[in-house]
């Protein structure tokens, strides 16, 4: 079992920027590709980003390529989101997610554990 616990949402203007955290328990980290999922009121989940095990390789969607970032600390079991240039239509609630068969199972949207959310709400 793991156990997923995000943190650093809250309220930002248009432009500014938060960062994310997720912090992992449970089985080995370290050997699981990670990701950030999104879901805006009245609005389907969609994904954000994914990361491989080792870090090496990052996957973007494109609404936020350029603005935000996906990092992960292995040796503290977090996993990251920097959000610059942040715009209103990025206001949702931000879920962490993990995954062991690796990272294209986050990237299609069937990771096997979910974090609870954190709202990030950007004013225009």
């Known amino acids: 079992q793991v156990q997923l616990v995000e943190s650093g949402g809250g309220l930002v203007r248009a432009g500014g920027s938060l960062r994310l955290s997720c912090a992992a328990s449970?089985?080995?980290?370290?050997?699981?590709?990670m990701g950030w999922f999104r879901q805006a009121p009245g609005k389907e989940r969609e994904f954000v980003a994914a990361?491989?095990?080792?870090?090496?390789?990052?996957y973007y969607a494109d609404s936020v390529k350029g603005r935000f970032t996906i990092s992960r600390d292995n040796a503290k079991n977090t996993l990251y989101l920097q959000m610059n240039s942040l715009k209103p239509e990025d206001t949702a609630v931000y879920f962490c997610?993990?995954?062991?068969?690796?990272?294209?199972?986050?990237?299609?949207?069937?990771?096997?554990?979910w974090g609870q959310g954190t709202q990030v709400t950007v004013s225009s």
């Open positions: 997610v993990v995954d062991a068969a690796g990272v294209s199972t986050v990237v299609a949207g069937s990771p096997d554990y």
């Open positions: 449970g089985r080995a980290f370290e050997t699981f590709a």
């Open positions: 990361i491989t095990w080792t870090g090496s390789s990052t």
